[in-house]
């Protein structure tokens, strides 16, 4: 993430902002800038083509920009949402809103990342899409199903949350971690469902096609296998290779964009930003150099501030050799 200026005053400002703080302005961030842009009287941007803010300004505090005349008026990330809550739901509104946020941050790295994106407007089949949807109102099982991504928006409210990562023993639950790791299994079927790619995921991961509700059945029945530290980034992950796939995957997007984040701040190299490929394994190497240290460093701030390890994994020889196909993947595409 980078560390973004007001374009008027030069007031830092944060991913959320559409208001400088400082000088007043209205902004707007511009995805293929990577920046914001000053929002004028008229509600548009001086840029060519002029831009004005997304639709879901007021109804999920979006500060994306979209291009003027765009039907629906949505921006990147909120027109992947297929599925919301209703205006007069005033319990799920304020979730759609958190959610909304996560996935924000999620579609600008996957785009500086150079991942494709496809919606449902290209590929009505698998395209990538959301569904948003309360549990208030009828119960929903957050997952994938071919390019749909399903959320329970109970996951944005803390105290729900934190009941559930107390209750599954998990070391880590977050809205941004749930919208990594399901779509890590969307870019399964994107990287690595066909040959070569898939030879090698067999190699590291396992048989894809192994039956997933067995596999379901027996992890939560008999837990994680014992030793599993030493091959897997999480107990989860021991349940079904495509799990295991899609917890590394959501771990390299926290590894990378962490990094990045650190870079924006001073507190990496500037070469670290998730912009830049850092391809083959000599670029895999670097980050995983740059990030072990770091992890260290913010796991030990954290406990000064008397909270939690940040990051609360191990990533053992066998992880690493599975990330590097994620990294290897990613930077193909």
Not at 189 to 209: C, H, I, K, M, Y
């Amino acid at each position: 993430m980078r560390d973004f200026l007001c374009p008027k005053c030069g007031q830092r400002l944060a991913f959320e902002n559409s208001v400088c703080l400082n000088c007043g302005s209205n902004l707007g961030f511009d995805l293929q800038a990577r920046d914001f842009a000053l929002v004028g009287p008229s509600g548009m941007t001086n840029q060519q083509p002029p831009q004005v803010m997304c639709a879901n300004l007021h109804i999920a505090g979006c500060n994306w920009l979209v291009p003027s005349g765009v039907p629906g008026g949505l921006c990147r990330s909120c027109a992947l949402t297929r599925t919301r809550p209703a205006n007069s739901d005033l319990t799920g509104l304020p979730e759609f809103a958190a959610a909304e946020a996560a996935k924000r941050r999620l579609v600008l790295e996957l785009t500086e990342l150079s991942l494709p994106i496809n919606g449902r407007d290209v590929d009505p089949q698998t395209g990538l899409c959301f569904d948003l949807l309360s549990s208030q109102h009828a119960p929903v099982i957050t997952g994938h199903d071919d390019g749909v991504i399903t959320l329970d928006l109970a996951e944005s409210d803390d105290v729900h949350r934190e009941q559930l990562r107390v209750s599954m023993a998990e070391p880590y639950r977050t809205l941004l971690g749930h919208f990594r790791h399901e779509t890590g299994h969307y870019y399964f079927s994107v990287l690595a469902e066909n040959w070569p790619a898939r030879g090698e995921f067999q190699t590291l991961f396992g048989d894809p096609e192994l039956d997933y509700q067995q596999a379901l059945d027996r992890h939560y029945s008999q837990g994680a296998p014992i030793g599993w530290e030493r091959t897997y980034v999480s107990s989860y992950a021991t349940m079904h290779p495509a799990e295991d796939w899609a917890e590394t995957f959501a771990h390299y997007l926290h590894i990378r964009d962490t990094i990045d984040t650190a870079a924006a701040f001073g507190i990496a190299p500037a070469g670290a930003t998730v912009d830049r490929p850092m391809a083959g394994d000599a670029g895999f190497d670097r980050i995983i150099e740059l990030w072990l240290p770091l992890s260290w460093a913010l796991n030990m701030i954290n406990r000064s501030m008397g909270h939690s390890d940040l990051y609360p994994f191990v990533l053992p020889p066998a992880v690493l050799e599975k990330m590097r196909l994620v990294h290897k993947l990613v930077a193909a595409a």
